[in-house]
């Protein structure tokens, strides 16, 4: 499965962005997709994940409330909608895809996209 995302972005805080992913060489509609994130000399970090067909869904702390993940198994995309940005959500965004029901671990990812770079201002 290739994963790519794009959608990033500079942006004032309070303000929005939609990230994209698209999914080519697989059968989109079985994978769980994530959003991951890593910032300058962090870890990556779970951002955001979506079970095979969307009925489940699951955030972080930091952007629940914030963000919406969705997903469009007939485009083979999936989404992250980001309200209310703030400086701290700046980082590299990385989509994957990995088990049916979707997880918050990163080693439970198979495939990876290359990250989408958001960037809030104050």
């Known amino acids: 499965v290739q994963l790519q995302a794009f959608g990033g972005g500079l942006v004032q805080a309070g303000g929005s962005l939609r990230l994209s992913c698209g999914a080519s060489?697989?059968?989109?509609?079985?994978?769980?997709m994530g959003w991951f994130r890593q910032a300058p000399a962090k870890e990556r970090e779970f951002v955001a994940a979506?079970?095979?067909?969307?009925?489940?869904?699951y955030y972080s702390d930091s952007v629940k409330g914030r963000f919406t993940i969705s997903r469009d198994n007939a485009k083979s995309t999936v989404y992250l909608d980001m309200n209310s940005l703030k400086p701290e959500d700046t980082a590299a965004y990385y989509c994957?895809?990995?088990?049916?029901?979707?997880?918050?671990?990163?080693?439970?990812?198979?495939?990876w996209g290359q990250g989408t770079l958001v960037t809030v201002s104050s």
């Open positions: 994957a895809a990995g088990m049916a029901y979707g997880s918050t671990r990163s080693n439970e990812y198979n495939y």
């Open positions: 060489g697989g059968i989109f509609r079985t994978y769980g």
């Open positions: 979506i079970s095979w067909s969307g009925a489940m869904s």
